[in-house]
């Protein structure tokens, strides 16, 4: 097997740019980026801790 650095799971982690730096697993959800601009001025994401809302916005920034 190849030297390979092992990529690790992002808890707790909100910030896109750290996450690329860091060599985490990403899931991308860009494809409700449409959704989330059609829905409005305020948008109220209902999500369990740590699944991602705050990683989701910095995508959007």
Same mark, same amino acid.
């Not at 982690?13 to 409005?40: M, R, S, W």
């Not at 369990?48 to 920034?61: I, N, Q, Y």
């Given at each position: 097997? /190849?030297? /390979? /650095?092992?990529?690790?799971? $992002? =808890?707790?982690?909100? @910030? =896109? %740019?750290? #996450?690329?730096?860091? @060599?985490?697993?990403?899931?991308? /959800?860009?494809? !409700? #980026?449409?959704?989330? %601009?059609?829905?409005? @001025?305020? #948008? !109220? !994401?209902?999500? $369990?801790?740590?699944?991602?809302?705050?990683? !989701?916005?910095?995508?959007? %920034?």
């Amino acid at each position: 097997m /190849k030297d /390979k /650095k092992i990529k690790r799971i $992002p =808890y707790g982690l909100a @910030n =896109y %740019e750290l #996450l690329v730096h860091q @060599n985490c697993y990403y899931v991308d /959800k860009t494809i !409700f #980026l449409p959704a989330v %601009e059609k829905a409005g @001025n305020y #948008l !109220f !994401f209902i999500r $369990p801790r740590r699944f991602g809302k705050s990683l !989701f916005l910095s995508v959007m %920034e």
